[in-house]
């Protein structure tokens, strides 16, 4: 039996929680603290009985400060554990690299060497074959020994999907066609086009980011909160409060 498709202005949260999807942070510390005032502020001066914070992945590499994403949201979930984070390719990248320093995978390839600096190591590459080897070999090394093993923890805990109400929370989005039970990893971390053409309902609406947009991009079966905060300046989230849906926007320096 096919479950029915729900329409985004149909769909409703969880009774009497509000929930916060917050887009992808990539070493913007500075946008994410001033969501997390903002959405503090909202619960002080319009409370509600509970509520969750989910975070999108994709917490490290391009912008300038993944370790103190990484240390922020470690307190916030040990703080309250309705601090929620879900992972991002780039999160897993991370520990991919951190295990294998591999020099044309998506860390190296793609912000990692400004993650790397963030933990007070260098991973700029020598000019010759046999430079770039030795550089990555000793960069690799003060790396792994540079990150916290809180933070590894941190970054192997991470769920990939997770659900509330009416909304399917994932980082990249979802395969049409496969009951969202069964999603395959890969595909809640990387997939685009498929998902993203894809215009038929979904048994939940599918809350994601992986996917730079200039402003959210609200479909009848999909929100997508990637406002490409690091270098845009601008941290998106979703906010759903029963059947209330808005779109909360923090704006700071473009990087």
């Not at 860390?107 to 600096?117: D, H, I, L, P, S």
């Not at 979904?202 to 999909?222: C, D, F, L, Q, S």
Request: hydrophobic share 40%; net charge negative; proline share 5%.
């Amino acid at each position: 039996m096919t479950t029915p498709g729900i329409h985004f202005l149909d769909a409703h949260g969880p009774d009497g929680v509000r929930l916060y999807a917050i887009g992808d942070v990539h070493g913007r510390l500075d946008l994410l603290e001033a969501m997390h005032r903002r959405i503090e502020s909202e619960l002080e001066w319009k409370p509600t009985r509970d509520w969750r914070v989910i975070h999108l992945g994709d917490y490290v590499d391009r912008g300038p400060d993944s370790k103190g994403v990484i240390d922020f949201l470690v307190e916030a979930r040990e703080r309250d554990p309705r601090h929620l984070m879900l992972a991002g390719n780039h999160d897993i990248g991370f520990l991919d690299f951190l295990k294998v320093p591999d020099p044309e995978g998506l860390f190296m390839r793609y912000g990692g060497v400004q993650t790397a600096e963030s933990y007070g190591v260098s991973l700029t590459m020598d000019a010759s074959w046999f430079g770039k080897a030795e550089t990555l070999k000793r960069g690799h090394a003060a790396l792994v020994e540079a990150v916290p093993q809180a933070h590894v923890d941190f970054l192997r805990s991470l769920p990939f999907s997770m659900t509330f109400g009416d909304f399917f929370f994932c980082h990249a989005g979802i395969r049409p066609g496969i009951a969202l039970e069964n999603q395959n990893q890969q595909d809640l971390m990387w997939i685009r086009d498929v998902f993203h053409n894809h215009s038929g309902l979904y048994p939940k609406i599918v809350v994601h980011g992986h996917t730079p947009v200039p402003e959210a991009e609200v479909m009848a079966n999909r929100v997508n909160v990637d406002t490409l905060a690091w270098q845009s300046g601008n941290l998106t989230a979703l906010v759903v409060d029963g059947a209330d849906k808005r779109i909360l926007s923090m704006t700071g320096k473009r990087g």
